[in-house]
């Protein structure tokens, strides 16, 4: 039998039926956020949004992404400022803090509950609604979603939605016509 250890007590088993599966959490791992998880969020969010930083750090499905981001990806401060933003204006907008939200998918017997990360995905896909129509465009809402998930991801739930959000673009690049090339060599002349 293996088990994938999360951070803060979850628990996640591989794909195999014939395991029997114990989920728990448990009180004897550390809540608090590691030092070089710390150190990067105040380099991430210093110079741009440093007001973030109590959020990023006292929230513990948040720090554990951003120490899923240092640790096992880009290592981009950008990436981890981006998805900090995103998920605080998602919780903003749910009126939660993200360990509210991510507690309340796990189950009393702390297993995923399916139905409520099937209510998630619906709120969720309402943030989408509530992106567009305030004229975000497609790729920022799709970078969005993918902070949101990976929040969730990384705290052993799976948040999905039933469709794809797709990055197109809004504004086209276009070559200037002969008629505006002459108005700018005018106007240098």
Not at 38 to 55: G, Y
Not at 99 to 109: G, H, K, M, T, Y
Request: proline share 6%; with cysteine.
């Amino acid at each position: 039998m293996f088990f994938l250890c999360l951070p803060w007590g979850h628990q996640h088993v591989g794909s195999r039926p014939d395991l029997a599966v114990i989920y728990e959490r448990t009180t004897d791992l550390p809540t608090r956020c590691p030092l070089d998880v710390e150190t990067f969020i105040h380099e991430a969010l210093t110079k741009r949004k440093s007001s973030l930083i109590p959020f990023a750090i006292v929230n513990q499905s948040v720090a554990e992404m951003v120490r899923y981001l240092k640790r096992h990806c880009s290592q981009s401060r950008s990436t981890a400022y981006l998805y900090i933003w995103s998920v605080h204006q998602y919780c903003v907008w749910r009126g939660a803090d993200p360990d509210q939200l991510v507690a309340e998918c796990f189950s009393d017997d702390e297993l995923p509950d399916r139905k409520a990360l099937l209510l998630e995905a619906r709120r969720l896909d309402d943030y989408v609604g509530a992106l567009q129509s305030e004229g975000y465009s497609p790729g920022h809402i799709a970078n969005c979603m993918k902070a949101v998930k990976a929040l969730f991801r990384t705290s052993g739930l799976n948040l999905e939605l039933p469709y794809k959000l797709h990055k197109y673009v809004v504004s086209k690049d276009r070559a200037p016509t002969p008629e505006e090339i002459a108005r700018l060599i005018e106007v240098t002349i």
